[in-house]
C-alpha cells in the first residue's frame, strides 16, 4: 500500500556519503506536506531520525540531513559509519480519500 | 521519558478479533495523538489509525471497515481491535506517540517495542 517509493538498497564505503530518495505524488509530498525519516535496527522499532523535511531529533548525528523538492525528498548521510547499517523509511501526510499517514517502501543501508 | 508498552495475546485464530493495549508510562496520555502502527514480517511500515486522548479518531481508509482504537484516560491506555482477522493480518504491531503541531505535519516520535501477533488456527 505504499504511496511513497525508496530505492530497496543503497551501500557505501565507511566515510563514504550516500544518499535515499523518496519519491511521492500530488497528493502528498508534492503537496507540500512534511517529511519525516525512519531508522530501523535489525529486532527493534522505528526510530524517528528527521522530522520536518530537515530536523533533527536531539541524538541524531549531524551525519545526517534531509531536504525536500518537488515530489520528492531525500535522506543523505555524510561519513557512513558502520552503526548507520539499517533500514531507513520516508513518513508523509497523503490527501487522497480521506488522508492517511504513508511510509515508504523502505531502504537497507549497507556499510561495504 | 516517556515509554509505550504494548500488549495482548501473541496468537489469534482467523475471523476472530485481535486485541492489543498500550499502556504510556512516565507520561500523560493528555495532549497527544496515540497511534497504532504494524508490520508484516520482512515488509513495510503500515499507519493503522490514531485516537486523541478526548476519544476522536482517524482511521487508515484501507481497514477502517474492521478497526476501531479507543482510549482509557484513567489507565493511561489506548487499545486496538481489528476484526474478522486473517493471514494477512500477521504482523508486528506498535503504538507509537504523534509529534507535530498541525496534522500534515505529524509524524511519530516516541514508538514502543512492538508486538508480534500471529493469525493463525
Known amino acids: 500500500q505504499s504511496v511513497l517509493t525508496q530505492p530497496p538498497s543503497v551501500s557505501g564505503a565507511p566515510g563514504q556519503r550516500v544518499t535515499i530518495s523518496c519519491t511521492g505524488s500530488?497528493?502528498?509530498?508534492?503537496?507540500?506536506?512534511?517529511v519525516h525519516w525512519y531508522q530501523q535496527l535489525p529486532g527493534t522499532a522505528p526510530k524517528l531520525f528527521i522530522y520536518?523535511?530537515?530536523n533533527r531529533p536531539s541524538g541524531v548525528p549531524d551525519r545526517f540531513s534531509g531536504s525536500k523538492s518537488g515530489t520528492s525528498a531525500s535522506l543523505a548521510i555524510t561519513g557512513l559509519q558502520a552503526e548507520d547499517e539499517a533500514d531507513y523509511y520516508c513518513?508523509?501526510?497523503?490527501?487522497?480519500?480521506?488522508?492517511?499517514?504513508?511510509f515508504g517502501t523502505g531502504t537497507k543501508v549497507t556499510v561495504l | 521519558q516517556v515509554q509505550l508498552q504494548e500488549s495482548g495475546p501473541g496468537l489469534v485464530k482467523p475471523s476472530e478479533t485481535l486485541s492489543l493495549t498500550c499502556t504510556v508510562i512516565?507520561?500523560?496520555?493528555?495532549?497527544?495523538?496515540w497511534n497504532w502502527i504494524r508490520q508484516p514480517p520482512g515488509k513495510g511500515l503500515e499507519w493503522i489509525g490514531y485516537?486523541?486522548?478526548?476519544?476522536?479518531?482517524k482511521y487508515n481508509p484501507s481497514l477502517k471497515s474492521r478497526v476501531t482504537i479507543s482510549v482509557d484516560t484513567s489507565k493511561n491506555q489506548f487499545s486496538l481491535k481489528v476484526s474478522s482477522v486473517t493471514a494477512a493480518d500477521t504482523a508486528v504491531y506498535y503504538c507509537?506517540?504523534?509529534?507535530?503541531?498541525?496534522?500534515?505535519?505529524?509524524?511519530?516520535?516516541?514508538w514502543g517495542q512492538g508486538t508480534l501477533v500471529t493469525v493463525s488456527s
Open positions: 520536518g523535511n530537515t
Open positions: 512516565g507520561g500523560s496520555i493528555s495532549s497527544y495523538y
Open positions: 500530488s497528493s502528498n509530498i508534492g503537496a507540500g506536506y512534511d
Open positions: 513518513q508523509s501526510y497523503d490527501s487522497s480519500l480521506t488522508g492517511l499517514y504513508v
Open positions: 485516537i486523541y486522548y478526548s476519544g476522536s479518531t
Open positions: 507509537a506517540r504523534t509529534g507535530g503541531y498541525n496534522y500534515w505535519q505529524y509524524y511519530f516520535d516516541n
